[in-house]
C-alpha cells in the first residue's frame, strides 16, 4: 500500500513536471529585484524603459512578450507596459525604447492602460510604495498580433505557447 502510494505521487510529479513551465532570469542595470526603481524610470523623471537581459530561456524559444503590471493601484491592477513580437535570439531590451508601435527590430507594443503605446513608469499615488512586476514569456511562436493589442489579448494569443517565464519585480514609492 505505501509502495502504491509513493509510485503515485512520484507519477503526479513527473507529469506536473511535464506540463510546466519553465522559469528562467530575468535582471535590469537599473534596479535589483524587490529593489527600488530609479525616478528616470517613472513619471517623476524620464518616465524611461529599463533595460532588462534574461538568460537561460527554454531551448526551443521562439520568440518573447513582455508585460509590466502595478497589481497595487488603486483601480485594481494597472498595465505599464506590453512587448511581444520580441525574436527568439534577442537577450535583452535597451533602456528608453521609444513609445512606438512598431519599434525597428520588429516587435510590436501593445496600449498599456495609460491608452498610449510603449512603456508608461511607475506613477502611484503618494503613500505606499507599489510593486511593478515585470514578466518575461519565452513563446514556441511569435503571437501573430498587430501593434496596439492589450494586455488580455496577449496572454490570450500565448496561453498554449508559453515555454517558460522570469520575473523581476521592483518597487516605487513617490516623494512626499
Do not use: N
Amino acid at each position: 500500500m505505501v509502495r502504491r502510494a509513493v509510485l503515485a505521487c512520484i507519477a503526479g510529479a513527473l507529469v506536473a513536471r511535464a506540463g510546466s513551465v519553465l522559469a528562467f532570469e530575468l535582471t535590469s542595470t537599473a534596479f535589483p529585484h524587490d529593489g527600488t526603481i530609479p525616478e528616470r524610470l517613472t513619471c517623476d523623471g524620464g518616465d524611461l524603459s529599463p533595460a532588462l537581459a534574461w538568460k537561460d530561456p527554454p531551448g526551443q524559444t521562439k520568440a518573447f512578450a513582455l508585460v509590466c503590471d502595478d497589481p497595487d493601484a488603486p483601480a485594481g491592477v494597472w498595465v505599464h507596459w506590453v512587448i511581444y513580437g520580441i525574436a527568439g535570439t534577442v537577450h535583452a531590451l535597451a533602456e528608453g525604447l521609444p513609445p512606438e508601435p512598431t519599434l525597428p527590430d520588429g516587435s510590436r507594443q501593445g496600449v498599456s492602460d495609460f491608452k498610449r503605446p510603449g512603456y508608461g513608469g511607475p506613477c502611484p499615488p503618494r503613500g505606499q510604495a507599489h510593486r511593478y512586476f515585470f514578466r518575461l514569456y519565452a513563446l514556441d511562436a511569435d503571437p501573430g498580433l498587430p501593434p496596439g493589442a492589450t494586455k488580455r489579448e496577449l496572454l490570450q494569443a500565448i496561453e498554449k505557447h508559453t515555454l517558460g517565464t522570469a520575473l523581476l519585480m521592483g518597487r516605487y514609492k513617490r516623494r512626499d
